[in-house]
């Protein structure tokens, strides 16, 4: 085995926040899908309506387009991107160009001010771009601890950064450990916790080799336990999109994985799985990729598939838990495939590729509202939750904001051009933040 290679100066030895919830939500969203990866904000005063002219703070051109959101500590903001498209000067917008290709060849590392949208400082994280139908190699969302910025791209680069922008450490995944095997390329996002970035590479389209769990010292880039994770998935089904997931029960934290035909549990210091649920793919068709990531929340596991079925698990269990921990199971029409839902442990909201948006009760399964077509057009996005509202946003730059809870309200639907959206919201304050191909938005009143 080929071993990581680590460069830069190592920061100093600073204690890391875990991201448990404890964060202050209003005001910072380290992750993909918040501080507790629920897609849920406890933020208020949040915008119900806006245009491109009406609520908009700030706007900044971003280089290229991407499926990677926005990340907020303090006064900073974090996105990734490919770099300039190479036509992009040949007089048509940035963003039209772009969406033929996969943008440049550089993925890049933006810090923006949050007051005012200013890029104070950009980084390369890699120079090998590449496209993969709705997915570049910027897609990972960064993560951050208001110390430090780690980002990982879908070449398979980990980097860490201080908050000024000077690198830290760098490892390469496929350099360690061997080529990256997904169909449509990788997209998952880093776990950060108790000290360790956590990463998945589920994959087998493309490789033989396994799939797999490893865990960085997130302050060195020194590897701290990598563990093989087993399938009988064939053919496509072992890839997984998905990004971990903590899962807080009683006095344990754990993390759990969704992807190649099974739902795991794993302790986060040493990577060993301590349960596992089949029936992700009850039919073991060879093409059940899984890309809508896991939730957890108030004692239960929530993990999609490609649409059907979605399980509910109960957490606490070791060992196979198949039958013995599902709550309840989603068979009908409506489950996601892309969006990863959004639960406050009440009510549990589920947006189709195709727009449909569902409501169930958390603990039951039982059908609240739904399945209702509101988001019009192609949602790849995840719903946000917040402030008494569900903010889902199609691909085509319409956000649909719906009353939160047990009566079905349409409150407003919004749009700002941008031709292309995937990136799910940021959320500080009373402002949100939407990621465009074109532009970066700071939305507020």
């Known amino acids: 085995m080929k071993s990581l290679k680590i460069t830069a100066a190592l920061a100093p030895a600073l204690a890391l926040m875990v991201f448990t919830g404890a964060v202050d939500a209003d005001e910072n969203w380290p992750q993909f899908r918040g501080p507790s990866q629920n ?10 309506t806006w245009s491109d002219t009406e609520n908009i703070v700030w706007k900044t051109p971003m280089p290229s387009w991407s499926g990677s959101s926005p990340v907020i500590w303090g006064d900073r903001v974090f996105v990734t991107s490919p770099s300039t498209p190479d036509d992009s000067e040949s007089g048509e917008p940035v963003a039209q ?30 120079t090998d771009n590449y496209l993969r ?145 089949a029936g992700l793919n009850p039919r073991k068709l060879t093409n059940y990729r899984i890309i809508s990531s896991a939730v957890a929340v108030d004692g239960m596991i929530y993990a999609p598939t490609r649409r059907r079925p979605l399980l509910a698990l109960r957490a606490g269990g070791t060992g196979d838990v198949t039958s013995s921990h599902l709550a309840w199971q989603w068979d009908a029409a409506g489950g996601p495939d892309v969006p990863t839902p959004a639960c406050d442990g009440t009510y549990f909201y589920m947006v189709e590729d195709r727009g449909m948006v569902t409501c ?50 349409v409150l407003a639907a919004n749009e700002v051009p941008g031709v292309y959206v995937l990136s799910s919201f940021g959320v500080s304050g009373n402002q949100l933040f939407l990621r465009t191909a074109t532009h970066l938005y700071c939305i507020g009143e």
């Not at 772009?98 to 104070?120: D, F, T, V």
């Not at 589920?202 to 060195?220: C, I, M, N, Q």
């Open 39 to 48: 897609n849920v904000s406890t933020a208020v005063g949040l915008p119900e």
């Open 133 to 277: 139908r709705k997915h570049n190699a910027s897609s990972p969302t960064p993560v951050t601890d208001g110390e430090h910025v780690w980002t990982l791209t879908g070449t398979g680069v980990v980097a860490a950064f201080d908050m000024d922008g000077n690198r830290q450490w760098e490892a390469d995944l496929q350099e360690a450990y061997g080529p990256l095997g997904l169909m449509f390329g990788y997209g998952s996002s880093p776990l950060l916790h108790d000290g360790k970035l956590i990463i998945q590479v589920l994959h087998g389209y493309r490789t033989d080799d396994p799939s797999y769990l490893v865990a960085f010292d997130a302050l060195t880039g020194e590897v701290v336990w990598r563990v093989e994770r087993p399938t009988d998935a064939e053919h496509e089904s072992p890839d997984a999109y998905t990004t971990p997931t903590l899962l807080e029960y009683g006095a344990q934290t754990q993390f759990v994985v969704t992807g190649g035909d099974y739902v795991t549990g794993h302790d986060p210091q040493t990577g060993e799985e301590l349960w596992r649920a």
């Open 97 to 126: 160009s772009a969406l033929r290709g996969p943008g440049g060849p550089e993925i890049l590392l933006l810090c923006l001010s949050k007051e005012n949208g200013e890029i104070l400082w950009q980084r390369t994280l890699a």
């Open 360 to 409: 169930l009760d958390a603990k039951t399964g039982e059908v609240i509202w739904g399945p209702e077509h509101t988001a019009r057009g192609t949602v790849s996005a995840s719903p946000l939750l917040a402030d008494g509202k569900l903010y889902i946003t199609n691909e085509d730059g319409v956000t649909t904001v719906l009353a939160a809870g047990p009566e079905f309200k």
